[in-house]
């Protein structure tokens, strides 16, 4: 061998092999397990906790009973996957300890996202506190370990985005985070060669068009995540999602039914519900009662059956159909319950009196699925004469704004002020949404200082039924102005 070649074998494995050496060793084994994880594709027979000898095993168990848990919300599988995690915990495993703090930090955060969805909101947040405790104690042991970086930088984003009103208990639990940090952290995981690239790439395009509300990059990732791995179920389904918030509805519809039409052994049925909004937006009334009513005849849990009873309602309506209407609407009064979002935005509605104006519904959902030239003729189509409501004259005015944001005219802003103008002190999300993209709009013009002022506002409505993701997506906005 030459000098030269010497050398560089010698500089090869300097470089590479302490590299290596800081990820993950995943067998052929617990790398096939990880991927069906990912793919919601458990094994047919589940094998029991004492089978699991490899801590690599173990986290691609946990993770895909997780997973499984958070989308299919299945109670009858909760007290069972429960019962494994907390055995888990107190597992012993012969491996490093940076790897076993990187296991309990990982399976901490996995459930504590699980117990938020199944409604045990303390326990979500005790391990929530433990799992940041843990990363944040191995990040400072092994600076260099590249694996707790994924669950370090998405705890950094979950606490940089909380809202406002919980900052109390933050300072209290002695808990700080950086979204920025967190979103370099996980492209660094995404950009590697670990088996955990795919996840940090997930992570990264959900945080990019869910928290940072920056839809359309959000989505191209997923999309490049999908050439990668096109049969992929839950980049199928969480690309549909980023397709719909980026009101990309054709896309939506797509990934929807390549979806459908994979084997499901856990079947997602929440994408039922998510097809009932893709037709909904289209304007296909009949296709989205369809799909609704899927969801609620399957899905175990009780998160968006209101709103789905709701969505049926307004489709319904939107036919022309009144006396279905109505039935609906009674029907989702006593359905599901209050959590999400989207429910609690359906118990708000049905609690006015009288039916929703048809016209601006139209305008709404054909907005929301980027059919914007349809949705302009309808905007032309409505005269003052049929918005006797001080809200609906509101929602005219934020219609606007929103169809012509969403087209990138320059009255958006304009629009987006008359709206607040307008809806003075009431609890209508037409205001604290409409400053929030104010906000994004100075930002993007680099006017920092009108931006500020603007997301600030947003916070500062208090009783409206998207306020919660309203006060998270302004308080990432100022995290990254550099503001708090």
């Known amino acids: 061998m030459t000098f ?16 290596q050496g800081q990820d993950l060793a995943f067998d052929e084994n617990s790398l096939q397990a990880y991927w069906r994880a990912l793919n919601l594709d458990p094994p047919a027979e589940s094998r029991s906790l004492q089978d699991y000898s490899e801590l690599t095993e173990t986290y691609a168990a946990s993770l895909g009973e997780a997973v ?12 069972e996957y429960e019962e494994r995690f907390l055995k888990r915990l107190d597992r012993k495993l012969k491996s490093s300890p940076r790897d076993y ?12 996202f699980v117990y938020l969805k199944f409604g045990h909101e303390l326990d979500a947040a005790l391990h929530l506190r433990q799992a940041y405790q843990i990363a944040e104690a191995c990040r400072s042991q092994y600076p260099d370990y590249l694996p707790i970086r994924k669950t370090s930088g998405l705890l950094q984003i979950i606490v940089g985005s909380v809202p406002e009103k919980y900052n109390w208990v933050l300072s209290l639990l002695n808990m700080s985070g950086s979204v920025s940090g967190g979103m370099a952290d996980l492209k660094e995981i995404g950009d590697s060669g670990s088996p955990l690239a795919f996840e940090g790439k997930l992570l990264h395009a959900l945080v990019q068009g869910f928290i940072l509300a920056r839809s359309e990059e959000g989505l191209e990732e997923m999309q490049e995540i999908l050439r990668e791995h096109e049969n992929n179920r839950l980049a199928l389904f969480l690309c549909a999602s980023l397709a719909l918030k980026n009101s990309s509805n054709e ?10 039409t994979i084997n499901q052994r856990v079947p997602i049925f929440y994408a039922n519900y998510l097809s009932g909004e893709a037709y909904l937006h289209k304007a296909d009334y009949l296709s989205a009662i369809a799909a609704y009513r899927l969801f609620i005849d399957h899905q175990p849990g009780l998160n968006y059956i209101k709103d789905a009873h709701y969505k049926i309602g307004l489709c319904y309506w939107l036919l022309g159909n009144e006396d279905e209407a109505r039935d609906m609407f009674q029907q989702a009064r006593n359905k599901g319950k209050e959590v999400t979002e989207a429910d609690k935005s359906a118990s708000k509605n049905l609690a006015e009196k009288g039916l929703p104006n048809a016209k601006l519904l139209k305008v709404r959902y054909l907005t929301d699925g980027g059919y914007y030239q349809e949705a302009g003729e309808v905007l032309t189509s409505i005269k003052s004469s049929e918005l006797a409501a001080p809200k609906d004259r509101a929602e005219l005015i934020y219609r606007k704004a929103r169809l012509a944001h969403k087209m990138g005219r320059a009255d958006a802003t ?20 409409a400053c929030l993209q104010l906000g994004y709009i100075y930002q993007s013009q680099n006017k920092i200082k009108e931006a500020e002022e603007y997301f600030l506002r947003a916070l500062s409505y208090r009783r409206h039924e998207y306020k919660n993701s309203i006060d998270s997506k302004a308080r990432s906005a100022l995290a990254q102005l550099g503001r708090i």
């Open 414 to 433: 304009d629009l987006y002020l008359q709206t607040v103008r307008i809806s003075g002190g009431e609890t209508w999300y037409f205001a604290p949404n």
């Open 101 to 112: 703090q990187f296991l309990q930090a990982e399976m901490r955060l996995q459930w504590a």
């Open 4 to 19: 030269k070649a010497a050398a560089s074998a010698c500089l090869f494995l300097l470089l590479y092999l302490p590299l």
């Open 251 to 260: 896309v939506a519809l797509q990934r929807l039914h390549e979806l459908a």
């Open 68 to 79: 499984e848990l958070l989308v299919s919300e299945d109670h009858t599988k909760f007290s």
